[in-house]
């Protein structure tokens, strides 16, 4: 089966300094670089998704800046597609399926930033577009959350993400065990 990585939105704006920093990304940063070098070795297919905020009222990923820059450790190689998005979806109004259909992808594995967000809804699309989704849960970073006055904590956040995509949308798994499934 023709599996590629998918890279969503690992950029500067999310790591300290950024102007949206997240709980956990240096570690899901690490686990995504694993899957990049495995993916790299094994000649697999990968695409980084990068976003770019248009809207007037954007505090991040905004055009022009440091921030919407592809996270160093993970930047892409000149055969590595990089798709542009506007929006959570990383298939909506972007060039991805068509890519992905071109290189003939079934399934994909993914990993990037937010979980609650971008995460979400491109594992959602993608399995709606009828692609067996696997998700790096440990290469996946988001922040606290503010609901009726109550902070919910990042890691309460993700995992409550992880449990809702798994089996359902996504097989949901560690970074450690990629290696035997692709």
Request: charged share 20%; aromatic share 6%; net charge negative.
């Amino acid at each position: 089966m023709n599996t590629a990585l998918l890279l969503v939105d690992i950029q500067n704006d999310y790591f300290q300094g950024g102007r949206n920093e997240l709980v956990g990304a240096d570690i899901a940063l690490a686990r995504a670089q694993e899957a990049l070098s495995l993916f790299r070795d094994k000649r697999l297919p990968v695409v980084h998704v990068q976003c770019v905020l248009l809207e007037e009222n954007a505090t991040f990923f905004l055009p022009d800046t440091e921030g919407i820059g592809i996270h160093e450790r993970v930047s892409p190689q000149s055969d590595e597609n990089v798709i542009v998005k506007h929006t959570p979806d990383s298939f909506f109004q972007t060039e991805l399926q068509s890519h992905l259909e071109s290189l003939q992808v079934k399934r994909l594995v993914v990993g990037g930033m937010m979980s609650h967000i971008c995460i979400d809804s491109t594992v959602r699309a993608a399995h709606r577009l009828g692609y067996e989704v696997v998700l790096l849960g440990d290469a996946c970073a988001t922040k606290d959350l503010v609901w009726n006055d109550t902070v919910i904590p990042a890691n309460t956040v993700h995992d409550t993400f992880m449990a809702s995509l798994d089996g359902t949308f996504a097989q949901v798994t560690n970074t450690a065990g990629l290696n035997d499934m692709i």
